[in-house]
């Protein structure tokens, strides 16, 4: 059995669940009584001092769901340009989460589909691994399904939407499943000059339009990481017929920092 074990447990977020759990409740979200029935969300990923009490805001907003897909992508360079972890668990040393083995398989067996086992981009990937403590602050009873992707035309966008779209059906999981796209938004920018390019793509997610933001990510030379995993998951939200989302919060590295002159945009929108 695969286990992989915390990459960024220690920097990104502390490495006690307890401290963790601690951290969460100082951001002091109010939450709501009346949550979103989301089939996806937009999730920031970097350290929680950053991006922590954003992407918390989101998964606050929502009902989440047993069964989760969390698509990321890729830092590292290692393994398969669409990567599934399909067995084993991730461990958090106090909890462990087990990969959703059926649904991951199903995706990997699908007609066309690009995803493939791969464990190389899995093991010191970050952006899958900071959602799962949050996640875990809500709910303890969930599986995963983990999907590192590299930089991809948009042919493959569709393909792999396709694949993870069809995995769903077919075991019947549209109404108890939850697609994470793993993304931060624009990159050592000036405040202003990030908030101005991350509404171009924060409009394109609101209108649930994949290839809109595929396209206006790359002409407007926005480096948001997570752009593929956000195309992909908007992709399959229309196959499955939602037609919905909302900005629950976006924010920048500055308000933790202090410093304007060029900080990370981050963003939590949810999807339903």
Do not use: W
């Not at 991006?51 to 290692?78: E, Y």
């Not at 206006?216 to 196959?239: D, H, Q, T, Y």
């Amino acid at each position: 059995m695969t286990v992989r074990n915390p990459a960024v447990a220690g920097s990104f977020y502390p490495a006690d669940i307890n401290q963790t759990n601690e951290l969460i409740k100082s951001f002091n979200v109010s939450i709501p009584e009346n949550k979103i029935n989301a089939f996806g969300i937009v999730s920031p990923h970097a350290g929680y001092v950053y991006s922590g009490k954003t992407a918390f805001m989101g998964f606050s907003s929502i009902n989440i769901k047993k069964n989760i897909i969390i698509i990321g992508p890729n830092h590292t360079g290692l393994g398969a340009a669409f990567s599934v972890m399909n067995e084993g668990n991730y461990n958090f040393g106090s909890f462990n989460v087990p990969i959703n083995s059926a649904l991951a398989d199903e995706i990997i067996n699908q007609t066309d589909s690009p995803f493939r086992h791969d464990d190389k981009a899995q093991m010191k990937e970050h952006s899958l691994e900071v959602q799962i403590p949050l996640i875990h602050y809500f709910m303890s009873d969930f599986s995963i399904v983990p999907l590192v992707i590299s930089y991809v035309r948009y042919n493959d966008v569709i393909k792999a939407a396709k694949a993870i779209y069809n995995a769903i059906v077919k075991l019947d999981l549209l109404d108890d499943v939850l697609v994470v796209a793993s993304s931060d938004m624009t990159h050592y920018e000036s405040a202003e000059e990030a908030k101005m390019k991350d509404s171009i793509a924060i409009n394109e997610i609101l209108r649930l339009d994949s290839e809109g933001l595929y396209n206006k990510v790359i002409n407007n030379n926005i480096s948001m990481c997570g752009f593929i995993p956000v195309s992909i998951m908007l992709l399959i939200a229309k196959m499955a017929g939602k037609n919905s989302a909302k900005l629950i919060n976006y924010t920048n590295s500055g308000e933790a920092s202090g410093d304007y002159s060029s900080v990370v945009g981050y963003s939590s929108i949810v999807v339903y």
